[in-house]
């Protein structure tokens, strides 16, 4: 009887509505280890809400790496159109024949975008496409050498070995083992007069007169350079590669640049010095040259002066203000020449290190009117020439 009452007395188990304190069941727990009220209540009560799923996560990533894939073939594709079809790696300059003491290196494409030249010289080409017969040879030209001029050329360099002989070497994307024959072909298609291939290169004659002096020799080197000479030995020396262009220090950048050896110097001594004394003398005392000149819309020239041997920069550049000074009063009474004259007043020469720097703006309105002059002259140089060749198939 005591057990039984003993047991009766044993206080009831509190259920978890009777005891705030008790701990909520943990979420997504086992049903079965809950008691009875529990299992009622405490589940609509307590816990809480299962997360709503997230469809949108895999189709957000799947188009994440869709688009980088994207972007990296496009990054792709932009790299091999630059390297294997834009990029271009100066090939002109190797073939600077190796006596050559007069070099002038022009980039096409800054060259291009130069308002004076935009402007007079691309409506030339825009004439051409638009007069049936010349744009029928342009296209005659284009698909027997596979130039297509002149989107084609990069760089343009001209050098001389004595301000007799000129070369012209052309480079750019430019088919090998093309130009020449090509050209030939044309002239044979189309009877030109005096053009006829002696080996490699196809010379052109002049066809008035008894001269013996070709007008001009064309080749091609092996790397694709054009090579257009004024005679068949500073052409075939212009055919290897070599890095002469290194010994004459010729700028690589710069829409014009150019270089000019000791022999250029004293050459133009020799020339100047029955007019121009002081020129001639300070000539002589200089070992050779380079300098660029920028365009834009303030284009800008310098020129640097290494002192021939014994002679100070100091005093180089101290003798060579003076003379620009001379030089300004002879070009006051002289007519100007593409903005020379104004070029000459702000021109400063002064010593740095241990050689002589020049530097002047060039005015753009003298640079306008020397190409808008150059343009009318090759437009009517062209006419000429193309009415020359319609003329014997006029005739009766």
Known sequence: MPDTLIEEEEPIRPTVTDDPAAPAPAPGGDPAEAGPGERGAGEQRERPPAAPPRPGRPRAAACLLAAIALLALLAGAALGVYFFFWRYEPTARRHIPGDANIVIRLETAELALFGPVR????????????????????????????????????????????????????????????????????????????????????????????????????????????????????????????????????????????????????????????????????FRRVDHASGALTLGAEPALAMRLAPASGEAAAALAADTQALLGSLKLAFAVLPDVAGARDALEGAQALAQGDQVEIQTRWPYEGLDRACADLAQRVERATRAALDAKAAPSAAP
């Open 119 to 282: 402007q007079h010289f691309l409506p030339l080409l825009d004439e051409s496409a638009s007069d049936a017969s010349r744009a029928s040879r342009k296209a005659r030209l284009e698909a027997a050498t596979g130039l297509d001029f002149p989107s084609d050329l990069r760089e343009i360099v001209v050098a001389s070995t004595d301000a007799t002989s000129w070369v012209a070497l052309a480079g750019g994307r430019i088919p090998k083992d093309r130009f020449v024959a090509g050209m030939e072909k044309v002239a044979r298609d189309e009877g030109w007069e005096g053009w006829r291939r002696e080996g490699d290169l196809l010379i052109v004659h002049d066809t008035h007169g008894a001269l013996t002096r070709p007008r001009a020799v064309i080749g091609q080197a092996d790397d694709g350079t054009i090579v257009l000479g004024t005679d068949v030995e500073i052409v075939s020396a212009a055919l290897p590669a070599s890095d002469e262009w290194q010994r004459l220090d010729l700028p690589e950048q710069g829409p014009v640049t150019f270089a000019l050896t000791s022999a250029a110097w004293s050459g133009a001594a020799g020339v100047v010095s029955a007019v121009l004394p002081r020129a001639g003398a300070l």
